[in-house]
């Protein structure tokens, strides 16, 4: 089987994206504190004059060359240029810190967010004569990089954005949820990873933690002390000892390939189910579920996929082949499994080892699901919690094509 890249189903995925039947953006929580909204953006900020018309024809034409590579600490440097700041590039803020903001403008929390991060920016970047470094990464398909430009400028946001072209710096940084905020100290070591809409309380502390750690450390360095794991008080990153979580079993990463159509094929291991290898599944329709367990909306539709599974799959003697893709981020390969025998949901699950599907299907939110015809086209995509009536009605679509 030959691996898969660059080929012709990275267009279909793009262009099915775009043609969402149902897009629901879910704020995922996750513990963080509700979001207040300043009622007016700082008095600093001047905002474009520019038409709405003219930002499209500026845009329209311009290549975003987004990189991602490596960076001087544990985090992945990029570069690249911004909606009207030049160009960014990593490597030229050693020694900074960084905030990297991952949204696009469709994103109802992300939006609710950016004023927040524009007064921070004006208080901890810049304007103040401070070295923190802001920048927001613009996911691309469901919005421009003039969509991006239009709301910014509604807003009132100054600090530079840049749009992230094929989902570089996403990749890098195993983004899987918007908004989520990514703080590196000033070596570029990665010290926070929040997920969700975050509040100016939180923000402020992280970013004032981004400012000092690298300092902490080196002076404790310098006197002898032992550092502490960066990663054992991370926000959403699990426990390092072995004692609070231990993976009995292991997973092998999935293995990614060019289908039969212009979905990608893969195989992998299954939690119950053996193998699940598309290549097997000829003239069956999919039904793919990216997920994961402490995911709110995820845990709350898979009842829905467990009684579609009975009515469709196998159980029913049904032809719809069903499969659940976990994102190992905040949860385990066990709690995975655990959950799903928990829940008492009986249809193939698989942990998403080093995300090779999850890359493959350019996945950007979770829950997200795919849904394959026969010859395995992708037929539609739906981001967000899923109803079980809209869930019906394209099971009963794609088993009838």
């Known amino acids: 089987m030959m691996p898969f890249k660059n080929i012709s189903a990275e267009r279909a995925i793009r262009s099915a994206t775009l043609t969402v ?15 207040v909204v300043p009622s007016a ?15 499209e024809e500026l845009h ?5 060359d987004t990189r991602a590579f490596g960076g001087y600490g544990d985090a992945k440097g990029f570069a690249g240029e911004t909606l009207g700041h030049g160009s960014f590039d990593t490597r030229e803020l050693d020694g900074k810190p960084i905030v990297i903001n991952f949204w696009f ?13 524009e007064e921070v920016y004006q208080d901890y970047g810049a304007p103040s004569g401070r070295d923190v470094q802001f920048i927001a990464i613009q996911q691309l398909g469901l919005d421009t990089p003039a969509d991006g430009m239009k709301l910014l400028q509604e807003i009132g946001v100054s600090f530079p954005a840049m749009p992230d072209t094929d989902s570089a710096v996403q ?14 100290d000033r070596d570029h070591n990665q010290i926070r990873k929040w997920q969700g809409a975050i509040n100016r309380e939180k923000l402020v502390e992280y970013v004032e933690e981004s400012e000092s750690s690298i300092h902490t450390a080196r002076a404790q360095e310098s ?9 054992s008080d991370t926000e959403f990153k699990a426990p390092t000892d072995p004692a609070e979580r231990v993976d009995m079993r292991q997973f092998t990463p999935a293995m990614v390939f060019i289908g039969s159509g212009d979905a990608p094929g893969f195989s992998a291991e299954t939690f119950t189910h053996g193998n699940f290898d598309t290549s097997e599944l000829q003239g069956r329709p999919i039904v793919i579920n990216f997920w994961y367990p402490s995911c709110p909306p995820c845990r709350a539709e898979i009842p829905n ?14 032809d719809v082949a069903f499969i659940g893709v976990q994102a190992l981020i905040l949860d385990s390969a ?6 799903m025998q928990d829940i008492e949901a009986t249809y193939p699950a698989l942990p998403d080892v080093n995300s090779e599907i999850h890359i493959a299907y350019q996945v950007t939110a979770a829950p997200t699901t795919f849904f394959l015809d026969r010859t395995h086209n992708i037929v539609s995509v739906h981001q967000g919690y899923i109803r079980h009536d809209q869930l019906t009605e394209m099971l009963e679509f794609i088993s009838k094509r």
Not at 171 to 184: A, C, Q
Not at 306 to 314: F, K
Not at 334 to 339: I, N, Q, R, T
């Open 21 to 35: 039947v149902s897009l629901s953006i879910i704020l995922m929580s996750c513990g963080n504190e509700d979001v």
């Open 60 to 64: 329209k034409n311009k290549n975003y």
């Open 171 to 184: 990749i890098g940084y195993d983004i899987f949820s918007f908004p989520t905020t990514v703080f590196l």
């Open 223 to 231: 006197a002898g002390e032992a550092l502490p794991a960066t990663d």
């Open 334 to 339: 066990d709690e995975g499994e655990a959950f």
């Open 305 to 318: 996929f467990e009684h579609a599974y009975q009515t469709y799959g196998q159980p029913s003697d049904g």
């Open 105 to 117: 403008p469709s994103c109802p929390p992300c939006r609710a967010e950016l004023p927040i991060f």
């Open 41 to 55: 953006t700082p008095a600093e900020v001047q905002t474009s004059s520019i038409s709405s018309q003219e930002t």
